[in-house]
C-alpha cells in the first residue's frame, strides 16, 4: 500500500468528530504490559520512521483516502488531511520521542511517545496508532532472541573456555521461509541480528544494513539440504559428503545435513570411517547436521558416536570438545529444547562448544502483540487550553488500565521509572527517551553496532544454577 494514510484501523476515520469541542493536543504512549519475559529489547522504530512516516501526504493521496473512505463508510476528514498536504508541506505532524533502540526495559515502562504538533490535526497522534503499534513485533523477536542469548551465555559460560568469543553465531536465523510475509522477514531478521550474528534470513540482514548504516550486519557458510543429498542417491550417499569436503574443505566451515537416511549410521559410518581422513586433513571445520527426530536424543547420539570416533578433548572446565566436528540442531528449537538439549549434553559431559542452533518459525513467527501484551494508550490531552490526563480503569481487567499524564522514562542507576511529568514527579533521575521525529522529519539515527552494543550492556552478570540445570 502506497497511501500512508489509508494504512489505519477502519474506526479511527472517525474520531475526529469524537473528540470534546476545543480539543488540541494529544499525546499518546506505547507499552509493554507484561507477558513471556519480564523485559523488552526496543527495537525496529528507525525502521519505520524512514519507511513510512517521512514520507510526504499529498493532495492526491488524500483525494484517493476520501474516496476509499466514502464507498467505505467512515466520515474522512478532508480538510484536516489537506491542511496537512498543504499548510504543512505533506510533513507529519507528530513528535515521537523514544528511548535508545537496544535498551532493555522493564515491562509496564513507557517505550515511546507521540504527540500532535499542530492543534487542527490533534488527532493525528492516534491516526497513527496501527502503524506505531507494529512495533510489537520487531520488539518481541529482539526480546525473545536477547533472552535465548542469555540462557546460552550461561550454558557457554559453565563449559566454553571462550564464551565470548562464541556466543555471537550459536543461534542462527533460519526463519525467512516460515513467515508470513518478506517485510516480516526483513524486520523479524533484523531484530534477531541485535543479539547474535548468524542468519540465513538474506532479507533481514539487507533490512539492517540498509536502515541501520552498518555494512554486513550478518553472516553465513556454505550448507546442504537434503535435496542435494538425496539427488545423488541412497548408494552414493557417501558421495555427497565427500563432494561437500571437496567443494568447500578450504574453507573455515561447512555445514552439512546428515539425517536423509539415518543419521547415527552417517556419524559412525560415513564421516567417522570413509571420510575420517579427509575431514581430519581438511582445513574446514565439519558441521554435521540432524534434521529429524527427538532433538535431545538425537543431538546427545550424535555427539557420543562423534566423540568415538574423532575423538576429542577436555577443555579448561573439565568438559569434553570434539576434534574437528560440531553439531547444529535446526529442527524442533525453541527457548525450551535449547534448554533441554543443553542440559541433556552437559550431564554427560559435552561442552556447549559443540553445538549450534538454528531456529526458523518459532523464532520469527511463533510470537504475536499479546506474547508481551503491547498496547499504544492516549494519556494527556488539551481541551479548551487546559491539560487533561487521560487513562482507563477497567474493573473486569485491571491489567489493562493505563497510565496518565505526560510521560516520561527515568533512570537512575540501573532502576527505570515512568514518571507523569504533567504532575511534576520528575524529581530525579536521568531523562532516558530522545526526540527521534518531528514533522515528518528524523532528528536521531542509530547505528546497528550502537544497537548491538546497546542490548548487550544489560546482558545479566551472574550464572544462575537450579538443581544443576539452567
Known amino acids: 500500500m502506497n497511501n500512508l494514510i489509508i494504512d489505519t484501523d477502519s474506526y479511527k476515520v472517525s474520531h475526529w468528530h469524537q473528540y470534546p469541542p476545543n480539543t488540541t493536543a494529544m499525546f499518546s504512549y506505547l507499552e509493554s504490559r507484561g507477558g513471556r519475559y519480564d523485559k523488552t529489547v526496543f527495537f525496529g522504530l528507525q ?3 524512514k519507511e513510512y512516516l517521512t ?9 484517493e483516502a476520501n474516496e476509499f473512505f466514502q464507498l467505505h463508510g467512515e466520515p474522512f476528514n478532508f480538510d484536516g488531511w489537506i491542511r496537512i498536504a498543504k499548510k504543512l508541506d505533506g510533513k507529519i505532524p507528530i513528535k515521537i520521542r523514544a528511548v535508545p533502540e537496544g535498551t532493555v526495559v522493564p515491562n509496564h515502562n513507557i517505550l515511546m511517545s507521540g504527540e500532535s504538533t499542530d492543534p487542527e490535526t490533534f488527532w493525528i497522534a492516534s491516526w497513527f496508532e496501527t502503524i506505531l ?6 520488539i518481541t523477536v529482539a526480546t525473545q532472541s536477547w ?3 542469555q540462557t546460552i551465555k550461561k550454558y557457554l559460560d559453565l563449559t566454553a573456555d571462550a564464551p565470548d ?24 531478521g533484523a531484530a534477531h541480528l541485535v543479539n547474535f550474528m548468524g542468519s540465513d534470513t538474506m532479507a533481514g540482514v539487507w533490512c539492517a544494513n540498509k536502515y541501520y548504516n552498518i555494512s554486513m550486519a550478518g553472516f553465513s557458510i556454505p550448507a546442504a539440504e537434503h535435496s542435494i543429498m538425496t539427488v545423488w542417491g541412497r548408494e552414493n550417499e557417501v558421495k555427497a559428503y565427500e563432494n561437500m569436503i571437496d ?15 539415518d543419521i547415527y549410521n552417517a556419524c559412525e559410518k560415513l564421516w567417522g570411517e570413509k571420510l575420517y581422513q579427509k575431514v581430519v586433513d581438511a582445513n574446514a571445520m565439519v558441521i554435521i547436521r540432524p534434521d529429524s527426530g527427538s532433538p535431545r536424543k538425537v543431538v546427545l547420539k550424535c555427539l ?11 577443555n579448561s572446565k573439565g568438559y569434553k570438545v570434539l576434534n574437528h566436528v560440531r553439531v547444529i540442531q535446526g529442527d524442533g528449537i525453541n527457548e525450551q529444547s535449547i534448554k533441554d538439549i543443553c542440559n541433556a549434553f552437559i550431564a554427560d559431559g559435552w561442552s556447549a562448544t559443540n553445538v549450534a542452533f538454528g531456529m526458523g518459525g518459532a523464532l520469527l513467527q511463533q510470537v504475536n502483540r499479546d506474547t508481551q501484551k503491547f498496547a499504544y494508550k492516549c494519556s494527556h490531552a488539551t481541551v479548551n487550553g487546559k491539560d487533561v490526563d487521560v487513562f482507563k480503569q477497567p474493573i473486569t481487567d485491571p491489567d489493562k488500565n493505563s497510565k496518565p499524564g505526560r510521560l516520561e522514562l527515568t533512570k537512575t542507576g540501573n532502576k527505570f521509572e515512568t514518571v507523569n511529568t504533567s504532575e511534576g514527579q520528575w524529581t530525579s533521575g536521568q531523562k532516558v527517551m530522545e526526540t527521534v521525529f518531528e514533522n515528518g522529519e528524523i532528528k536521531k539515527e542509530y547505528s546497528f553496532e550502537e544497537i548491538r552494543k546497546t542490548a548487550a550492556g544489560f546482558a545479566p552478570k551472574e550464572i544462575i544454577l537450579n538443581s544443576g540445570s539452567i
Open 47 to 49: 525502521y519505520i520512521l
Open 55 to 63: 514520507q510526504r501526504i499529498n493532495p492526491a493521496m488524500v483525494s
Open 133 to 138: 503499534m507494529r512495533m510489537w513485533y520487531p
Open 147 to 149: 533472552h535465548i542469548k
Open 165 to 188: 568469543a562464541e556466543i555471537a553465531f550459536k543461534l542462527h536465523d533460519f526463519g525467512s521461509r516460515g513467515v508470513s510475509s518478506q517485510e516480516s522477514a526483513m524486520i523479524g
Open 247 to 261: 567443494k568447500y574443505g578450504d574453507q573455515p566451515m561447512f555445514a552439512c545435513v546428515s539425517d536423509s537416511y
Open 304 to 314: 557420543e558416536i562423534l566423540g568415538s570416533k574423532f575423538g576429542f578433548t577436555q
